[in-house]
């Protein structure tokens, strides 16, 4: 890691090689992030580069206190629900209600692959994602997406339980279509 | 609860360390987008400085212009004519008879009467490549197309998914396209639908370029003179020189309607002033007992020199007292006093025999003819640089009524309003030309700086011994607001 630092430095006096090296680095894995946040790869593609344009803009006030790979999701999560609030700023408040779940088993989602989760999650209603990420993939609370988000804790609360459901009952019909089939 | 908990658990797991090699053209694009964003801020910071600049300017100009005026508040002082006076009034008066008035103030004086003064005015698990994808339908199926072959289970699903994802290319809006997937959780309602519209259609119309309008308020400190030329027999009579020009503030406001993509027409109404002061010199007229210098010697206020000459700036100029009134050639046409100023004296040469002057009027000071304008402007207005920070070529003709015609003697009795300049034409025309400089603040608001040319092209006096054609330059500084 000693490496990883002497590569931030860099960046910050704004050397193109160590820009390079960076991206090299973390692009894939940012990507990652990012197709989880957004409706398709486009979207994705998109906050990608412009998380990225942020990270070199303000790598100079990285303190190389905690990890440089959280500090830069943080960035990619940031664009994501940045452009979350401006592409749906329109859409209107969704009803509060908490949906009871079906059992669900682990072994199913095992058998599906990876690519085929993110493409579910995708399909999530924007903010049903957005709150699934940032609940289930961040750690964060609800109080804490309530703000970011700018909803109720309430809406919040139920958003995810209708992620889960929606995910769920995906993943079954996959299943059970692989199954019939 | 417990078991909901689970699939937050296996999803965390099998994501957490997911990653995608990113199309090539993205780190192109950030490289691109970098240098772009290291030549914009040079550009702001270039920007910042030119805003400050004109800010600084203006107000440098405000308060310079605003000090030097100040001394020109109008203060009419009251008049009373001293009784010595009256006494050579009374003198003259007598011989004026014998001589004729059109050598001491050419020919139309004795006419000039009717003209009184106007206003005053990270690193992974597991690696998947992707190719690079057009367009977002593809790429759903790609995430298929890549699977291990060991997965026959999962190749099933990739068939089924695809078709969905063909049905899916039929419609445009892809997120439309997959909330109608789910019609009975997600469609959006009717108004919604609208609403969406609505914006859409809003954000679309609302450009700058709609905003043909423009108004906006300014303040135009500037300086003023002018061209002038007199008749001989007109000069003879004018024993001062005229030629410094007057600061002043004028200001209006403005309105523009925009034509075309880079011309505008403006019109509004604007206070201008001009005028013009005599120089300051030693008074010529002072000779060693001369009435003037007696009245220098007399005052202690002001130095003396070895051969008791006044070193303090004098304005002594021939006059001829003509029923009460005392009439003078001044530098903008001829001025009729009211009364003998405050502070001054008239001497009479009737000793000296000379048939020239039949008096000269003495006071410390400066002796000023203002002329204070409306002004109608007709401006055509070309836009040299269209971006934030915009450059304006601008000229026109301007429509100037004069609504205010005073003279002033500036002495140590303060300013006083001594009388008005005869034979001022109401109506003139002058031309315009400037540059003018803005800077967007917003939408709607933006702040500009413009010095501009005002030019008489005729003489503003009907008398044809006096030419005289004011100029004035003046720094339009200004809000403007577009709508």
Redesign the interface.
């Known amino acids: 890691m000693e490496d990883l630092k002497e590569i931030i430095e860099e960046c910050v006096a704004g050397k193109?090689w160590a820009?390079?090296k960076l991206?090299e680095?973390?692009?894939?894995?940012?990507?990652?992030v990012c197709?989880?946040y957004a409706?398709?790869?486009?979207?994705a593609?998109d906050n990608?580069?412009e998380g990225?344009?942020k990270v070199?803009?303000y790598i100079d006030k990285f303190k190389h206190k905690g990890s440089f790979?959280g500090w830069m999701r943080r960035i990619m999560v940031n664009v994501s629900i940045e452009k979350y609030r401006k592409q749906h700023f329109?859409?209107?408040v969704e009803d509060i209600e908490i949906y009871e779940?079906n059992?669900?088993?682990?072994d199913i989602?095992?058998?599906?692959?990876?690519?085929?989760?993110?493409?579910l999650?995708?399909?999530l209603?924007?903010r049903y994602r957005m709150v699934f990420n940032l609940?289930?993939?961040e750690g964060m609370g609800h109080k804490e997406i309530s703000k970011e988000m700018n909803i109720s804790e309430g809406t919040s609360k139920s958003n995810l339980?209708r992620a889960?459901e929606?995910?769920?009952r995906k993943v079954k019909n996959?299943y059970r279509?692989?199954e019939t089939? | 609860m417990k078991e909901i908990k689970k699939i937050d658990k296996a999803v965390k797991e099998k994501l957490e360390g997911f990653s995608v090699t990113p199309p090539p053209h993205i780190w192109e694009n950030v490289q691109g987008q970098l240098a772009a964003e290291n030549r914009n801020k040079r550009m702001a910071f270039t920007r910042w400085i030119a805003a400050a600049a004109v800010v600084l300017l203006a107000m440098l100009a405000g308060w310079y212009f605003n000090h030097s005026t100040q001394s020109n508040s109008q203060i009419t002082a009251q008049q009373q004519t001293p009784g010595i006076n009256t006494v050579v009034t009374t003198k003259t008066r007598s011989k004026e008879k014998e001589i004729q008035p059109k050598e001491l103030i050419g020919e139309n004086t004795t006419q000039t009467q009717s003209n009184k003064k106007g206003e005053n005015s990270g690193n992974s698990q597991k690696q998947i490549p992707v190719l690079p994808t057009p367009n977002t339908v593809a790429k759903n199926s790609l995430y298929k197309e890549d699977l291990p072959p060991a997965r026959e289970k999962q190749l099933k699903f990739a068939k089924i998914n695809r078709k969905e994802i063909r049905f899916n290319a039929l419609n445009t809006e892809i997120s439309l396209a997959k909330q109608a997937a789910e019609p009975n959780e997600f469609a959006l309602t009717n108004t919604d639908k609208m609403l969406i519209a609505a914006n859409v259609a809003s954000k679309k119309t609302d450009k700058f370029e709609n905003r043909r309008w423009k108004m906006g308020l300014n303040v135009s400190p500037g300086y003023s003179s002018q061209i002038v030329n007199h008749s001989e027999s007109y000069a003879q009579n004018m024993s001062y020189s005229g030629e410094t020009g007057n600061t002043n503030i004028g200001g209006g406001f403005a309105l523009q309607y925009k034509t075309g993509k880079r011309f505008s027409i403006e019109s509004g109404v604007y206070y201008a002033q001009n005028g013009q002061k005599s120089a300051t010199s030693t008074n010529l007229f002072a000779a060693n007992n001369d009435v003037g210098s007696n009245y220098y010697s007399s005052n202690k206020d002001f130095a003396m020199d070895a051969v008791g000459r006044v070193s303090a700036p004098t304005f002594s100029n021939a006059v001829n007292i003509n029923n009460g009134t005392i009439l003078m050639n001044g530098n903008a046409g001829i001025v009729a006093l009211d009364a003998t100023p405050k502070g001054a004296e008239i001497t009479t040469n009737a000793e000296t025999k000379s048939m020239i002057a039949p008096g000269t009027m003495v006071t410390e000071g400066e002796f000023s003819q203002v002329f204070n304008f409306i002004e109608i402007p007709l401006l055509l207005r070309f836009r040299i640089l269209d971006t934030k920070f915009g450059i304006d070529l601008v000229g026109g003709i301007n429509t100037g009524i004069v609504v205010g015609n005073n003279a002033y003697i500036d002495n140590n009795y303060g300013v006083q309003n001594v009388g008005s300049t005869q034979n001022i034409s109401e109506v003139n025309l002058s031309g315009a030309a400037g540059i003018g400089m803005n800077y967007a603040l917003g939408k709607h608001i933006s702040v500009a700086i413009e010095p501009r040319l005002n030019y008489y092209f005729n003489s503003i006096n009907n008398n044809p011994e006096v030419d005289f054609r004011p100029y004035r330059i003046g720094i339009y500084t200004g809000v403007y607001y577009a709508f």
């Not at chain 1, 059992?103 to 682990?106: A, P």
């Not at chain 1, 989602?109 to 493409?119: K, P, T």
């Open positions: 193109a820009q390079a991206y680095l973390f692009a894939p894995k940012m990507f990652g197709l989880r409706t398709d790869s486009a979207e593609e990608l580069q990225f344009i070199f803009k790979e329109m859409y209107p779940s059992v669900f088993s682990n989602l095992d058998e599906i692959s990876v690519q085929e989760l993110i493409g999650i995708q399909e209603p924007p609940f289930v993939m339980a889960r929606i995910l769920q996959l279509e692989a089939k």
